[in-house]
């Protein structure tokens, strides 16, 4: 025993003292962790578990650690922090945790970097409107490089839950309703933060957030109930988690609903069944905020204790918050409820995270005052952010080519968004200062120049009913050439704990745009919102629809260049935009039903009242420019399981500026063991077209990309006929068939 405790002092000797002599075997991230473990009290595994926040949600808004914290990181007790940063405020508990704990285990500093910290990138739906997953790993790059920069070394994100029903306020934080753009952006946002080598100082682990279902929320209210099969969670939910698991994310959190009884922060089946027995993850999940409390009043744990031990039992490894590891995991485990194995098995995995972001090594790593000046908002995050901005915007009507407009126009710009520096910087925005902002009425001004008059006026608030500034609006209009209205929700009207009943522009928006209509002028209507509106009325009378959500601190200089055609929109909804809220949830992928809707035939699928169809159907976004398809080709009318499909398109650019187009590709299994899609995106690709050029885009499809879980819930495809869509969005396709063969 003796010798046996000689030997792990003189190897821990090396690890702490030694860092740069380390010998090799030691380096060996599993014998490292092994050599902590084995020194390590059951107390100081249990700190390890434990996660705090700063002082953030008392209002006080310092990012001071709570009173008696920095106590507790002195005695091994907390193993991670979150909402706390800065290079030097981290720099000082780093310090306590390597210097004045026994066994000096560093700490990870979590934040929600959602879209940014200081440089506000545009909302997570925006960039996956880019349908861009290279320039979306870039973002999530430069956060990185950021956020890393001020002490952060984890970031909450990305938020891959799919997303049906917009009444859910948190469908602003993901990247829509379909599981490939899904699970594309999931794994591009995973590269971004991580790197290529998740030691390097500029590199931060992601955490794929709500596992699982969370999207799936009852009537798109917060938090609510989420009940669906086993294979619709797993072919549409599950699948960027798989994906994103696949490319190497560090870490999951376990979200704050039920699915079919079980909520997640006790679920094993979820946590360890499928997270770690099947997808082999290695690791550590975070509980949502307080979610293992939060087990108190789903009503399967009578008490805090209970909670604990259900939640540790199904694998989750760190409590965010809710003390129920801090206060009962020592009785747990002396009434043997929860195995010196299992606690083991969960410190393990935190470290091995804190050993691969190379914290062991060099603590302070993220602690450079310097660096952090130096890269805070600085040229090359602003350029970032607007080279994702104007991507990420989407054109939803444009009559008679109205639009891009002419520098000399004058114009009224109006509405209550038009000069909101704040609401550009959406939801979830992190230490985005309004200062920062471009709004739209400052991105024209700076655009046009002094030649051009540019009025402006509110017309009215967002949310309030006042109409008592329509009438200087209605002034305005009269005076110009173009109105460029802009409309939508607050900042604050999307993301957590915001659903809304009703998807209506708020306010008395429509009515100014109504009182505005009346004056004859053209209307450009710019959209500022985090989920997809109802704007029927807007459709049939805007010249012009622009699809912004919120863009960040260059907001205003990418919608003005929208505007004037310096960039040409090319960006596709990831999410279907119903024209009734009744409608909900809508979304492509649906299933064809026994009785498909036909006009004819009153006793099918529909809506007495309205129809069927969206007013904006998935993948749909227009361009300055005509792509016309044609040439739908494949290379052969069957393949077998072992071959692939060649499908080949040629797309032309048919108008007057060049552009880019998103070419998608999709799927339908025409009989199957059981119902499939009507409709499922299997590949797209993003060209450009100079005007007048011709591009063949190739897509090879194989049998992985017919794959579903089948009656028997195995993962394999069925032989039998396929369609085979190409085109511009969901709807808007060239179709051929095909034939999979054993
Ligand atoms: C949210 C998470 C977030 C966490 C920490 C929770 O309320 O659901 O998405 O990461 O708070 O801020």
Redesign the pocket.
């Known amino acids: 025993m003796k010798a046996k405790s000689t030997i792990i002092f003189l190897l821990l000797f090396f690890l702490f003292t030694q860092k740069n002599v380390l010998p090799q075997s030691v380096k060996n991230i599993e014998q490292r962790i092994d050599s902590v473990l084995a020194l390590m009290t059951q107390e100081e595994k249990i700190g390890q578990l434990v996660q705090f926040?700063g002082d953030w949600d008392t209002g006080t808004h310092s990012t001071e650690p709570k009173a008696g914290k920095k106590e507790l990181v002195a005695e091994g007790k907390i193993g991670s922090f979150?909402?706390i940063f800065g290079a030097d405020m981290t720099r000082g508990l780093q310090k306590i945790a390597v210097e004045k704990s026994r066994l000096k285990i560093p700490l990870i500093f979590?934040l929600?970097v959602i879209h940014g910290f200081r440089t506000t990138f545009p909302v997570p739906i925006a960039e996956a409107s880019s349908w861009e997953p290279a320039l979306v790993e870039k973002s999530a790059r430069m956060q990185a490089i950021e956020v890393s920069a001020s002490g952060i070394n984890w970031t909450?994100?990305p938020?891959v839950d799919i997303a049906r029903d917009p009444r859910w306020g948190?469908i602003v934080?993901g990247s829509g309703e379909d599981p490939v753009l899904g699970a594309a952006m999931a794994v591009a946002r995973v590269k971004g933060y991580q790197g290529n080598d998740l030691s390097a100082n500029n590199t931060i682990a992601a955490?794929l957030?709500?596992f699982a279902g969370y999207g799936g929320a009852e009537g798109g209210r917060d938090y609510n109930t989420v009940d669906f099969s086993e294979r619709t969670f797993r072919e549409v939910y599950l699948k960027p988690f798989k994906a994103a698991v696949d490319a190497g994310a560090a870490t999951l959190?376990a979200?704050?609903n039920e699915i079919g009884g079980v909520p997640s922060s006790a679920n094993h089946h979820l946590l360890t069944e499928i997270l770690r027995d099947e997808w082999k993850f290695d690791g550590f999940v975070v509980s949502?905020?307080n979610s293992i409390g939060e087990l108190i009043p789903h009503g399967v744990a009578k008490d805090l204790k209970q909670a604990a031990e259900l939640a540790l039992n199904a694998g989750l490894d760190m409590d965010?918050e809710s003390n129920a590891y801090t206060k009962h995991l020592s009785e747990l485990l002396a009434e043997g409820k929860v195995s010196g194995k299992t606690l083991d098995e969960s410190v393990r995995r935190i470290l091995r995270i804190k050993f691969r972001l190379g914290l062991f090594d060099d603590p302070y790593k993220y602690c450079d005052a310097e660096r952090e000046k130096k890269t805070i908002l600085n040229q090359e995050m602003k350029d970032a952010t607007y080279d994702v901005a104007k991507k990420s915007i989407v054109l939803l009507k444009n009559e008679k080519e109205f639009l891009p407009l002419k520098k000399e126009t004058k114009i009224a710009v109006i509405g209550p968004l038009a000069n909101s520096t704040a609401d550009p910087l959406g939801p979830w925005n992190q230490q985005g200062d309004a200062k920062d902002v471009v709004s739209v009425l400052q991105g024209i001004k700076n655009k046009c120049g002094d030649k051009v008059k540019i009025l402006f006026e509110e017309g009215c608030s967002i949310t309030g009913k006042e109409t008592d500034g329509f009438g200087k609006a209605i002034q305005a209009a009269k005076e110009a050439d173009v109105v460029v209205l802009v409309l939508g929700e607050s900042l604050d009207m999307s993301g957590?704990a915001r659903a809304r009943a009703t998807l209506d522009l708020p306010g008395v928006q429509e009515e100014l745009a109504k009182e505005i209509y009346k004056t004859g002028k053209p209307i450009i209507a710019v959209l500022m919102n985090g989920r997809p509106l109802t704007i029927n009325w807007l459709n049939e009378h805007a010249a012009a629809i622009l699809e912004t959500w919120f863009l960040g601190i260059r907001a205003g200089d990418a919608i003005a260049d929208v505007l004037f055609g310096d960039v040409n929109p090319s960006g596709k909804l990831p999410v279907t935009f119903p024209k009734y809220v009744g409608q909900v949830p809508m979304y492509y992928n649906h299933k064809n039903t026994g009785r498909p809707y036909n006009p004819k035939d009153n006793y099918t699928s529909y809506y007495a009242d309205y129809d069927n169809s969206p007013l904006y159907p998935f993948g749909y976004g227009l361009s300055y420019t005509k792509f016309v398809y044609e040439n739908l080709k494949l290379s052969a009318k069957k393949f077998s399981k072992k071959e692939s499909l060649q499908v080949s398109v040629e797309v032309k650019n048919d108008g007057k500026y060049d552009g880019e187009e998103v070419v998608q590709l999709y799927v339908r299994d025409l009989v199957g063991s059981v119902t499939r899609p009507v409709k499922e995106l299997k590949s797209f690709q993003k060209i450009f077209l100079k005007k007048g050029e011709t591009k063949k885009v190739e897509f090879t499809l194989t049998e992985e990309d017919l794959k579903f879980y089948n009656l028997d819930m195995n993962f394999v495809s069925e032989p039998g006929m396929f369609k085979v869509f190409v085109g511009t969005n969901s709807v808007e396709c060239l179709e051929n068939e095909f034939e999979l063969t054993e």
């Open positions: 926040t979150l909402n979590g929600d909450f994100n938020m948190r934080e955490c957030k709500h959190m979200s704050f949502d905020w965010m957590e």
